[in-house]
């Protein structure tokens, strides 16, 4: 036998590994000042592609004033309890009505995180007879909320109808067998990669096959979609969508989420989603602070517009400039570079000091090994202005980057 902690200390796991080097920069970096597209690090301006307030609605005066209000009436504490008990308000009925009509559904009901509402919801909603069958590529979230269940799971090939379906199949003979159900998880939009999932195509195989679909839309919500109403509505099958998820941690620049269906499914989930049976309920000035974010997003359609100017002028941009931005359809800008980790940390170090551009970074182990993706969050206030100074900057780095320049400087940073 060890001591437990002998463990933890010799091994801090695959990202922990490198928190000498790492942390304060790379990661829990400091961003400073008011959320915008330029913000301050490490005492430098920065232009700031790394933030997911799509809209632009973090720093609007309206939104601040409506947090502020609603904080010097109720603070941060009431309601206090959970929703069940004593954590009740009519604001947050009217935040979960409010909700369920933009996505177009019957009812929707509230949770304080997108992160533990998922995992919570994805317990509620099967027992040890269902079958999950999810994408491979889908958030933690959602791979958390499927090691809680009791029962079998499959998983498919990211975004890849065939694989779905041959899991679908070996779902439905287990499912005949326990008498359970069938749930399909996708992402709206895959965060990483900026790919809407195959909405359309998943729906069109329910018509061939008994199962529920759920969807976490958290970076489709406020961004795609006539009205902005997310993925769904984007690939006109809001209405096969079962159980819709999205979070206010992204266009609605807040924090808490919620799950949207029918009257009955939803709920099933007040009575039975546990994070949110035993944990307090969402302050009131934050439901209050939402529902002003939620008018701005429904009456304010030139925020959207603003967004998509920006991300069609830096993806375009960055495609005539010979980057590879793979198969984004969204506003999630990715752009894929080949490199070790340390040439990854010397590049991302001369963009920062140097170019002034901040973007968050992603290696190995969360990609495969040897590829780098510098993850770019176009948002409503960046500028034309800021899209081409990025380009320059990133066609800098990848130039020394393929000359080995980082590999040298690399070396010393490990
Ligand atoms: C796809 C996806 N689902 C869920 C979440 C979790 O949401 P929250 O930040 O509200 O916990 C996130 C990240 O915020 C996300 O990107």
């Given amino acids: 036998m060890t001591d437990l902690f002998d463990r933890i200390i010799g091994d801090k796991g695959p990202l922990g590994k490198w928190a000498k080097q790492a942390e304060g920069y790379y990661v829990f970096p400091k961003l400073e000042g008011n959320i915008s597209n330029r913000m301050e690090f490490n005492g430098k301006k920065v232009l ?53 009509e933009f996505v177009s559904k019957e009812a929707a009901y509230l ?33 958390d909320g ?29 499912a005949d067998k326990t008498g359970g159900g069938i749930l399909v998880i996708s992402e709206g939009v895959f965060g990483m990669r900026g790919e809407q999932g195959k909405l359309k195509e998943i729906a069109a195989l329910k018509k061939k096959y008994n199962f529920r679909f759920l969807v976490d839309d958290a970076h489709g919500f406020g961004t795609l979609g006539a009205t902005g109403a997310g993925t769904g509505e984007e690939q006109g099958v809001q209405d096969d969508i079962d159980v819709y998820f999205a979070t206010f941690a992204k266009s609605m620049a807040g924090i808490g989420a919620f799950f949207a269906g029918n009257k009955d499914v ?46 069609n002028a830096l993806q375009n941009g960055l495609k005539d400039n010979g980057f590879d931005i793979g198969k984004t359809n969204t506003c999630v800008t990715p752009v894929y570079l080949h490199g070790d980790i340390p040439e990854a940390m ?41 899209v081409n100074e990025t380009i320059t900057a990133f066609s800098d780095i990848r130039e020394k980057l393929q000359s080995g320049v980082y590999k040298k400087i690399g070396a010393t940073m490990v």
């Fill in 48 to 100: 700031t592609w790394s933030i997911n307030d799509y809209l632009g609605l973090a720093n609007h005066p309206e939104v601040i004033k409506a947090d502020a209000d609603a904080a010097a009436i109720h603070g941060m504490a009431y309601p206090m309890g959970a929703r069940m008990m004593s954590g009740h308000t009519k604001f947050h009925e009217q935040l979960e009505k409010e909700c369920a």
């Fill in 111 to 143: 949770v304080n995180f997108g992160y533990q509402g998922m995992v919570s919801a994805i317990d509620a909603l099967v027992t040890k007879n269902d079958v999950i069958v999810y994408d491979i590529d889908t958030h933690a979230c959602i791979i």
């Fill in 146 to 174: 499927v090691r809680l269940h009791a029962g079998k799971r499959f998983v498919y090939k990211h975004n890849d109808v065939e694989s779905l379906e041959k899991n679908v199949k070996r779902a439905v003979k287990i």
């Fill in 266 to 311: 939803v709920q099933y989930l007040q009575y039975n989603m546990r994070s949110q049976m035993f944990a307090k309920s969402l302050p009131l000035t934050m439901v209050k602070g939402a529902l002003k974010r939620l008018d701005m997003i429904r009456t304010m359609p030139e925020l959207k517009a603003k967004l998509w100017e920006n991300t």
């Fill in 346 to 386: 010397a590049m991302v170090n001369d963009l920062r000091e140097n170019h002034g551009v901040f973007c968050s970074i992603v290696v190995y182990p969360v990609i495969p090994k040897g590829l780098i993706i510098l993850r770019l969050i176009p948002t409503a206030t960046h500028t034309l202005e800021d």
